[in-house]
């Protein structure tokens, strides 16, 4: 798909420099930049900086609507990439399970959609992108994690340790295990077994941690720790390397990762909903208490935008700052310097945002327009340099 063609936007609300400005700001050849050129008004608009969504696994719904139905990968991708467009998003990690657990959370799927997103990145829309959810204790798979990584230049990797929680949900919670399993395809023998097996290997897993971990250096991998239960996991995490805290359970959890200086990321779901929905901390409260640094659409995309404007309805924080926790934060953290921001110079990722409805009307992902609907599409259509400049469009999404 085309770049969209050199072009002003004027009338908006932009957000620059931490605040926000009444400013025009200027596209080409997919980068922001100064000068003259075709204008598109957008009074009543705000344009953002395009969202980076660190951890969704919503994507998992598109590459298998039912368990028993799975699609062709691309046909996944496809779908997700048009729905991650339609809600802001320019940047999106993919969250891909490497587990125990099998099926298409196992190191062969794992691997087949590594393969498969190289190969329709050239056509997405929004820059897609996986983040590994290694289980800790499938320490057999090791060495092919490290060569997986490596071979698809994957740059986000988390441990995951949810072996005891499935190993108590058997003994305790049968029928929700015998769900669980029907979920991934296996019976419930099958993943009992599995969880065994994955048991007898941990005193392995102290060993293939650090090998991991030097690994990760040695490549330029960011990666963290998911689900952190106690202080002492986030310590033990922290000393390997794992940086970032994804997820922490509780709120002593994530004030201690603060005070070890490691980004604390939560879901987008829970401030919309203003808790957990598996019972843990409140992402509002940490938010509140300065101890969440990012938030990130984990099973619902649409929450990501909902979740900004959320804590400025709830005079939690002002826009500047709310929407920093799915634009700049996102991209200091896993260190993507051409992104986040709206100064010139850097990659042309923004976001047209009704300032009456919040309903985003418009994306664009590196200068090329991914998405367009209601009122900013009709001012959009109207400039002429815009419509010749569209190229594809049968690939941009659209309402």
Known sequence: MSHLPPIRLTGALILRGNEMQARTIGLAEGRILRGPLPEVDLTGFYVLPGIIDLHGDGFEHHMAPRP??????????????????????????LAQSWSWEGA??????????????????????????VQIRAETHLVGETDRLIEAVARHKVGYVVFNDHLEEGFQT??????????????????????AAAIETARDAAALVPRSLCRLAEAFDQQGVVYGSHDDPDVATRERFRMLGASIAEFPLTGAVASAAHAMFSPVIMGAP????????????????????????????????????????????RGVMDLPRAWAMISSKPAEILRLPDRGRLDPGMRADLVVVNAETKMVEATIANGRLSYLSGEAGRRFMAQPRVISGLGEPEAMAAE
Not at 104 to 110: E, I, K, V
Not at 298 to 309: E, G, K, R
Request: glycine letters at 6%; a negative charge; aromatic letters at 8%.
């Open 68 to 93: 028993s139905a799975p699609l062709p990968l691309a046909a996944g991708f496809a779908g997700f990439d048009r729905e991650a467009a339609a809600h802001g998003v320019t940047t999106a990690y």
């Open 104 to 129: 298409q959370r196992s190191p062969d799927h794992a691997e087949a959609v590594l393969a498969a997103l190289d190969g329709f990145r050239p056509r997405a829309l929004t820059d897609l992108r």
């Open 170 to 191: 058997a003994r305790i919670a049968p029928e929700r295990f015998d769900h669980w399993a029907r979920k991934l395809g296996r019976s419930p023998e099958e993943l």
């Open 270 to 313: 829970n401030v919309v909903r203003g808790k957990s929905q598996a019972g843990n901390v409140s992402a509002l409260d940490l938010i509140s208490d300065g101890h969440c640094d990012v938030l990130v659409s984990d099973y619902y995309l649409p929450a990501l935008a909902m979740a900004a404007f959320s804590l400025v309805e």
